[in-house]
């Protein structure tokens, strides 16, 4: 065979291993939610492509093994070229491979699989078409080196009617969603991430405590009761005698707003436009308790533990909070300062810190920064104190008997 045909096989099969090369790596880093999106979109290449992952044993036998076939027959050409050039040298086959290896690495490898891993796209859709047909031709022999390859991985304990599917948990979903900021303003990110968090959050951890509950209480005098219905800053208010365990039920300021000034109006009246309380166990999760508000047409509850005593309060609001962030978070919760810290209202749940600030406190005791500082301290801190929590340093500013009111996150 003249030297120049030969030089013109090398040629191609150092094209052909390039074109093999590159095509097994676009074909395998193909981004699938993208891929689908395509064949959604009736795109030829996407389809054929798709079809062919679905069983990318198969794909890779044959990519394999055209790969294989190819690399060894222009081996087999670069040894006749050096045997024609240089018979008389004993040492020319060994650096005509050595050439060959540098060669195949540089043309045939690393170019076409970086270009690959970056433009995916741009060789598997034109590669999915050959590669359809070649495996029509070809799979009697893929079919065989893939059951001689299954035999072998069976051996090994290894399972291999179990492929792996592109199937995102909850973690890997939210890693997308926060990376998205190029697609998605930042208001939405939250809203979506506040979706997902409705799976593990349950309504103790988004209830506002018993010691924070306003309401009514019967035992009153009845000109102090008619006070607090007109400064309430709340719509509907629980209404009990003596104390929040007894609650008889809910009043809807708005309506009594009407009869309050009427000569008659009296506790009876505020009574007879009571509505019958729901109660939550506080381990109910917050989106089943969503779907109940729906569903019973209730915007407001009280939250009960395993004995039946209340433990706080929970509103439709509150439900709708953690979807779409801050709707009634006060303002001044969360203060930066000149110098970079931040004034902290211990009372702010650890959901609502991580929200806003970023972080991974941890919620799974502890439902407010006050509860994490005494869970972590054991013990109430007093004004000046610093410590370290969960990475974060901080120093106590302000307490009173029972808990600590204002912390001061400071720079790392």
């Known amino acids: 065979m003249p030297l120049g045909m030969l030089l013109g096989i090398l040629l191609l099969m150092l094209v052909l291993s390039a074109f093999f090369s590159g095509s097994e ?4 880093t193909l981004n699938r939610y993208r891929l689908r999106h395509l064949v959604k979109l009736k795109h030829s290449g996407a389809i054929k492509a798709q079809t ?8 890779l036998g044959l990519i394999l093994l055209c790969n294989n076939f190819v690399n060894n027959f222009a081996s087999s050409i670069a040894t006749v070229i050096a045997i024609k050039l240089y018979a008389d040298e004993e040492s020319s086959v060994a650096i005509a491979a050595a ?55 069976r051996q090994m304990g290894v399972d291999t009617t179990k492929t792996g599917q592109d199937q995102l948990n909850t973690e890997e979903l939210k890693s997308i969603i926060s990376e998205a900021e190029s697609v998605m303003p930042a208001r939405y990110q939250k809203m979506l991430l506040g979706i997902l968090d409705l799976e593990s959050a349950t309504i103790e951890d988004i209830m506002t405590p ?24 709340h719509t509907r208010l629980p209404v009990y005698k003596q104390n929040i365990d007894k609650v008889i039920g809910f009043l809807h300021l708005r309506k009594v707003l009407i009869e309050i000034h009427l000569d008659n109006f009296d506790k009876q009246t505020i009574i007879s ?45 509150d439900l709708l909070q953690e979807i779409v962030g801050e709707l009634i978070t006060e303002e001044n919760a969360v203060r930066q300062q000149l110098d970079g810290s931040y004034f902290v209202d211990a009372s702010i749940t650890i959901r609502e810190l991580n929200r806003i600030m970023r972080w991974d406190l941890p919620t799974e005791n502890a439902k407010t920064l006050n509860g994490l500082i005494l869970e972590f301290m054991e013990t109430i801190p007093n004004t000046g104190i610093s410590i370290r929590l969960h990475g974060h340093p901080l120093e106590i500013l302000n307490r009173d008997e029972n808990s600590v009111k204002l912390v001061k996150f400071l720079l790392p």
Request: aromatic letters at 8%; one cysteine or more.
């Open 25 to 28: 790596t676009s074909l395998m």
């Open 52 to 59: 062919l992952l679905q069983r990318p044993d198969r794909v």
């Open 99 to 153: 050439l060959l290896t540098l060669v195949m690495l540089i043309f045939s490898e690393v170019t076409p699989k970086t270009l690959a891993t970056i433009k995916p796209e741009l060789l598997a859709f034109p590669s999915a078409w050959v590669y359809t047909v070649l495996l029509k031709l070809f799979y009697p022999l893929v079919w065989l080196v893939n059951t001689l390859a299954h035999c072998l991985l």
């Open 210 to 233: 018993r010691n924070e509950i306003i309401g009514i209480d019967l035992e009153l005098p009845i000109e102090i009761i008619i006070e607090q219905i007109k400064h309430s800053p």
């Open 273 to 317: 436009f009571l509505t019958k309380p729901a109660f939550i166990p506080e381990s109910t999760p917050v989106h089943t308790q969503m779907l109940r508000f729906k569903n019973e047409k209730i915007r407001v509850g009280l939250v009960v533990d395993e004995y039946g005593d209340v433990q706080g309060l929970v509103t439709l609001d």
